[in-house]
């Protein structure tokens, strides 16, 4: 696909922190660079455009629109398709519209158990009148009408089609550049791909990977509030989940360089249809137990296996269906 010279690009957000939305800011001085290349023609977070806005293009007139969030109100859904219908090409944004990301977790309970904890039972929560959001208040002035709050959190690629996906909790800057590069370039990779990331395993380019035992062989995982690890030494090697071995590379390391092992936010290797799945058979293949309280010895300072191996990716379980929810 052929680009024209000023590419016309959108940003949007849906069910996300923000933190993608300051990753294109942390480009620093190379943003300056990307708004030469560019025309933004909507980025509400940023400037101030109306949907009516992007209603009033063209079909196929944004060439480039970069959704980050999951999906998780009607009026995210609302918004995607009608950027997917107004734009050449989707980017899903980060790791939630990439594969559901942290608040994908909240498909472990039921929407009416998630309604209930936040605005009654959570302990910072003060509601004596137990009053609940509803789509459709009745005013004096006329209706007042908030989105609806879906069953469950879906990754952009659930709702609508998605042309590349670029990954990370946010997104690196390296990574965001490398991405933007490669659109701007014209010589497209095939659809689906992981854009700005490495086709390698983050432990293959780690700087601890020379210090990674041949085997590995774990008797008892630690927290990493309990120790301060060694900076030279592989952190798996020291007992704590790393995750790295299994997470696709390309985010030069950042949790590893500051002491912290890797939780996944780059997603799974290419071909990998589950991360968790893939995560929890690596875990299994490097405990050193035998049997059943071994085991659970050596898991048991894993106080949230489900929210450690899924922390990202939740909702792009293919099991993800049968996951029986939980009430609070
Ligand atoms: S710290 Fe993690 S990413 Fe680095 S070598 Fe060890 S397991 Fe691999
Ligand atoms: S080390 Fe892992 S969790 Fe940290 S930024 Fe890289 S991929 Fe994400």
């Known amino acids: 696909m052929n680009l024209p010279a000023k590419v016309k690009v959108a940003f949007y957000w849906n069910a996300s922190c923000g933190g993608c939305e300051e990753a294109i800011v942390d480009l620093g001085e190379d943003l300056f660079k990307v708004l030469e290349a560019v025309d933004i023609v909507f980025w509400p977070v940023a400037l101030d455009f109306k949907l009516e806005d992007v209603e009033r293009l063209s079909d196929g007139e944004i060439d480039v629109a970069f959704i980050n969030g999951g999906i998780r109100f009607s009026e995210h859904e609302k918004v995607v398709k009608l950027l997917r219908r107004k734009s050449k090409i ?30 009654l039972k959570a302990p910072s929560v003060v509601n004596e009148s137990k009053t609940l959001p509803k789509e459709i208040t009745q005013t004096d002035a006329g209706d007042l009408e908030l989105p609806a709050f879906l069953d469950a959190l879906k990754p952009l690629g659930q709702v609508i089609d998605v042309d590349y ?42 700087p601890l990977n020379e210090t990674k035992p041949e085997k590995l062989a774990i008797k008892e995982f630690r927290r990493p509030h309990t120790f301060i690890p060694d900076p030279k030494k592989c952190l798996l090697a020291q007992g704590l989940l ?31 249809l589950d991360f968790g799945a893939r995560a929890l058979s690596f875990i299994a293949s490097i405990i050193d137990q035998r049997d059943e309280e071994g085991i659970k010895k050596a898991l048991g300072p894993i106080i949230d296996l489900v929210g450690q191996v899924y922390k990202f990716s939740l909702p792009s379980c293919p099991l993800r269906g049968l996951i029986k929810r939980k009430e609070v």
């Open 90 to 119: 989707v980017v899903a944004y980060g790791s939630c519209a990439h594969l559901g990301g942290i608040p994908g977790l909240a498909n472990l309970w039921t929407k009416a158990s998630i309604m209930d904890y936040v605005y």
């Open 242 to 272: 790393c995750l790295g071995p299994v997470t696709r590379g390309g985010c030069e390391a950042k949790c590893i360089k500051a002491n912290m092992p890797c939780t996944g936010c780059f997603g799974p290797l290419d071909n990998v």
């Open 165 to 206: 996906y670029v990954p990370g909790c946010p997104p690196t800057p390296n990574v965001t550049l490398k991405a933007i590069e490669t659109l701007l370039s014209g010589k497209l990779p095939p659809k689906g791909a992981v854009l700005g990331a490495s086709a390698r395993a983050l432990c293959d380019t780690c």
